[in-house]
Nanobody, 127 residues
Framework: QVQLVESGGGLVQPGGSLRLSCAAS????????MGWFRQAPGKEREFVAV????????HYADAVRGRFTISRDSAKNTVFLQMNSLKPEDSAVYYC????????????????????WGQGTQVTVSS
């Protein structure tokens, strides 16, 4: 059984930082795609950042580029999302997503192209 388990969410003040982790078990995504989406109340789930293994590299939404950094530990089948300079509009439930294959660039932005999802972790940015 494949599981994606997120951790690291919480409450932080504007300008603060958080680091999210997503540990995968039951399947190795070392040649696939892993990353993060988020969903705020009343809004659709949106792309945040993903990492494509096997030379595909990291990709970011415009809203987070320069503030968020995605990284991975292949040996541990884990991805991380370092979030700096957080803003109130970053508040959302953050979901880890994974797909067995290395998605082509045009497909990484849509949640429907990912076959595996975590349960989500809440990030709240507020003073």
């Amino acid at each position: 059984q494949v599981q994606l388990v997120e951790s690291g969410g919480g409450l932080v003040q504007p300008g603060g930082s958080l680091r999210l982790s997503c540990a995968a078990s039951g399947r190795t995504f070392s040649s696939g795609t892993m990353g993060w989406f988020r969903q705020a109340p009343g809004k659709e789930r949106e792309f945040v950042a993903v990492f494509r293994w096997s030379g595909g590299g990291a990709h970011y939404a415009d809203a987070v580029r320069g503030r968020f950094t995605i990284s991975r530990d292949s040996a541990k089948n884990t991805v991380f999302l370092q979030m700096n300079s957080l803003k109130p509009e970053d508040s959302a439930v953050y979901y880890c997503a994974a797909e067995d294959s290395r998605l082509i660039l045009s497909r990484i932005w849509a949640a429907e192209n990912y076959g595996y999802w975590g349960q989500g972790t809440q990030v709240t940015v507020s003073s």
